[in-house]
């Protein structure tokens, strides 16, 4: 398995609207994309730092993950992703070693990157996301 890099940091928001200024005002960082994911019901927005990306969810829907995890915990850090040059054979090789997967097979997510999530109780508490560009191939 092959990871390259930290693809970004996602965190819960309650609201972008509200959220988008600090990052852009106080940290002086650019949101440079706004995009809904209607079938994850959230709502991205990014902004980049060096080779990193930050991912802000806002749920779309009041019974979507992002909205039941501000509920349970607030608003703050909900997944680490990790880029990776194939997210297929990451998800085979942590399944044999393991590793509870969410998703089986990688789906389209935000920025057209196919992407798959490892349950939290298998990475210590930890949310992850392995990602792959497939416009990098």
């Given amino acids: 398995m092959q990871l390259t890099h930290i693809e970004h940091l996602g965190i819960a928001v309650k ?8 990052y852009e005002k106080m940290l002086g960082l ?3 994309s706004i995009e809904e994911v209607k079938d994850q019901k959230v709502k991205t927005a ?6 990193t990306k930050i991912e802000l969810l806002e749920s779309t ?10 509920e349970k915990r607030g608003e703050g850090i909900h997944h680490i992703a990790f ?9 085979d090789e942590l399944s044999q070693k393991g590793v509870q997967l969410i998703d089986k097979a990688p789906r389209k997510g935000a920025e057209g990157l196919n992407i798959a999530f490892l349950h939290p ?3 210590h ?5 392995v990602c792959e560009n497939p416009n990098e191939k």
């Fill in 15 to 22: 609201s972008l609207e509200e959220s988008i200024p600090y």
């Fill in 30 to 32: 650019k949101c440079y």
């Fill in 46 to 51: 990014f902004f980049k730092i060096g080779q």
């Fill in 61 to 70: 829907d009041p019974e979507g993950t992002i909205a039941k995890f501000i």
């Fill in 83 to 91: 880029a990776t040059p194939s997210v297929t054979e990451c998800l």
């Fill in 121 to 123: 109780k298998s990475t």
């Fill in 125 to 129: 508490g930890v949310l992850t996301e």
